[in-house]
């Protein structure tokens, strides 16, 4: 049977972004890179995110595209009998971690959209009202699960109907309609009195701040952001580049898809911070950010609900366009390892997903005593230890040493592929890069994710 492509180039453009593209690029770029020095970080996160994500980027990409299949078989298609096909069963099992609690987030996203869109936040809300209205969704588990079931159960329908007559047809406009949403809340944002101050505060060079917070620790932030932001090491982007076309080189697709990435994380930042300084609240990261802070920003806005609203819905296309990206990988990888349709593969994963999902979904009411990694730690940041720290660098590891070590599936085939069609191509010459230095970016985040985690 003939593998299904993408209609059209912007099809696999819009829908891979996609899957990069998520909450990571809001709630936590916008932040660090204020934190960390504006515009000298800046340079610095697109600098590993052109050295060190763009090159596995293009690893993933090549898999997939050579192999035609999805993280299931590609190992067995490309390099029949070895054994790197066994690695295929972690890195499998990272989409499921990811999805469990990606999906509950996801559903915080629709509950938002709804709420502060309605006007249920009300006007003026400090941020401790802010915060108390979030820890009530929290201790909330049917609340919780109804948006998380519907949302997971959406995506599931979308990836349900096929790549070209679900997955393209719903996320590409979906996915236009993301960039017009942030482009829009970002040119109101020069209307915001306190546009030059948050602006000043995003993005003017600081030294200064960069040493306050330690150079290692901004340079470290910044590889960390640029190595996760796309999505690497679980096959989620490899299922893409199996479904495209030969017409490009896969260095000139992966800075396409970086770029958007970026965009969409710059673009965010131009959204948080006026309206931040306009209304004297304090910017922070992670949910706060987006539950507490940005609530409290909007309930002080003149049509605050409308602003809120539109926000949320962007954010919700945001975790959306991840959760159908991830949901046909798994889909993909079921078909091909067990021989089922497609249609039992989204009932089967459906109920593994909400299964899976449940602990964190209870780990903020039911289990909120349980601390698996201790202080305050939930069973979701548990879940999150388990995919950042350990999946995502050693999946990523993988299709380092699978693309260039000779036992593996080897450069020169990893060239052939890569460097078929339109645009630059990789030289020969970036092996030694390849086989030294990105390892050794990846061992270096693995380190300090330990120590972020175990060495407070």
């Given amino acids: 049977m003939e593998r299904e492509q993408f209609s059209s180039r912007l099809g696999f453009l819009l829908i891979t972004a996609g899957c990069a593209i998520g909450l990571g690029n809001v709630w936590r770029f916008p932040y660090i890179t204020g934190m960390y020095g504006g515009a000298i970080f800046v340079l610095v996160y697109v600098g590993f995110l052109l050295f060190v994500g763009l090159p596995i980027l293009t690893m ?37 971690v990811l999805m469990a609690f990606y999906s509950l987030v996801t559903g915080w996203m629709l509950y938002y959209m709804i709420k502060v ?62 960039f017009a949403l942030l482009f829009f809340l970002a040119a109101r944002s020069v209307t915001l009195d306190g546009f030059a101050e948050g602006m000043t505060y995003y993005l003017k060079p600081s030294f200064e701040n960069m040493q306050s917070e ?6 470290s932030a910044a590889m960390g952001q640029a ?30 898809l ?18 931040c ?88 009411n039911v289990l909120a005593d349980v601390h698996p990694l201790g202080g305050s730690s939930t069973i979701l940041d548990t879940y999150d230890f388990v995919l950042s720290q350990n999946i995502l660098p050693f999946g990523t590891t993988c299709y380092i040493l699978y693309v260039t070590l000779k036992r593996g599936w080897g450069f020169d085939n990893y060239l052939s592929e890569v460097n078929q ?27 300090q994710g330990y120590i972020g985690v175990f060495g407070k």
């Fill in 60 to 96: 993933e990409l090549a898999v997939g595209r050579a192999s035609r299949r999805s993280l299931g078989t590609s190992f067995e298609v490309l390099t029949p009998g070895s054994r790197w096909r066994f690695n295929k069963y972690w890195m499998i099992l990272g989409n499921y």
């Fill in 214 to 219: 330690g150079i290692l620790t901004a340079i």
């Fill in 277 to 364: 300084f306009t209304y004297g609240v304090e910017p922070g990261q992670g949910p706060g950010l987006i539950f507490v802070t940005l609530v409290s920003v909007f309930s002080h806005m003149e049509n605050g609900a409308f602003w809120g609203g539109l926000f949320f819905l962007f954010m919700l296309f945001a975790a959306v366009s991840t959760l159908i990206a991830v949901f046909e990988n798994i889909i993909a990888i079921s078909m091909e390892v067990f021989g089922i349709s497609r249609l039992k593969a989204v009932f089967t994963n459906l109920a593994v997903v909400v299964t899976l999902g449940l602990p964190c979904l209870l780990g903020y």
């Fill in 227 to 256: 190595f996760f932001t796309l999505g690497l090491g679980v096959g989620s982007i490899q299922i893409f580049g199996s479904y495209m076309s030969r017409d490009y080189t896969l260095g000139y697709e992966a800075v396409t």
């Fill in 258 to 275: 970086t770029a958007l990435d970026t965009t969409v994380a710059f673009l965010s930042g131009c959204v948080i911070f006026p309206a």
């Fill in 117 to 178: 869109g309605s006007g249920g936040i009300g006007q003026n809300v400090d941020q401790g009202t802010a915060g108390g209205v979030f820890n009530g969704l929290l201790a909330a588990p049917g609340a919780q699960f109804i948006c998380a079931f519907t949302v997971t159960a959406l995506s599931f329908a979308v990836c349900a109907f096929g790549l070209r007559r679900g997955v393209e047809r719903i996320t590409k406009p979906m996915m236009l309609l993301l």
């Fill in 421 to 447: 069609g339109r645009g630059f191509k990789i030289p020969r010459a970036a092996i030694g890069y390849y086989r030294v230095v990105l390892p050794l970016v990846i061992l270096a985040l693995f380190v």
